[in-house]
């Protein structure tokens, strides 16, 4: 059964800088891409970044843009989102997510697996 399990959210205020983690079990991890979403009260979710399977390829949403940066660590089936200059419209459960592919995919629909979500709340 595959297991994906976030962690590391919390209140900052804007500026700050706050890094997200995400550990998947039960199946080889870097067999497939992973990626971040996050849903604020009343939207729908959205993709944050994305990962190969491999690490080499990101991709992020315009709003995230040289504010975040997601990457993985295969050895200890990991993946990690930092995340800067928090902003209070970052505010959002933010999921972890693993892809049906090998390449970045920036639709919810691509991915098989999710987390349960992480809550990060940024004050202005």
């Known amino acids: 059964q595959v297991q994906l399990v976030e962690s590391g959210g919390g209140l900052v205020q804007a500026g700050d800088s706050l890094t997200l983690s995400c550990v998947e079990t039960?199946?080889?991890?870097?067999?497939?891409?992973m990626g971040w979403f996050r849903q604020a009260p009343g939207k729908e979710r959205e993709i944050v970044a994305s990962?190969?399977?491999?690490?080499?390829?990101?991709y992020y949403a315009d709003s995230v843009k040289d504010r975040f940066v997601i990457s993985r660590d295969n050895a200890k089936n990991m993946m990690f989102l930092q995340m800067n200059s928090l902003k209070p419209e970052d505010t959002a459960v933010y999921y972890c997510?693993?892809?049906?592919?090998?390449?970045?995919?920036?639709?919810?629909?691509?991915?098989?697996?999710w987390g349960q979500g992480t809550q990060v709340t940024v004050s202005s």
């Open positions: 039960g199946r080889p991890f870097d067999s497939t891409a």
């Open positions: 997510a693993a892809s049906k592919h090998l390449a970045p995919m920036g639709s919810s629909s691509e991915y098989d697996y």
């Open positions: 990962i190969s399977w491999s690490g080499g390829h990101t």
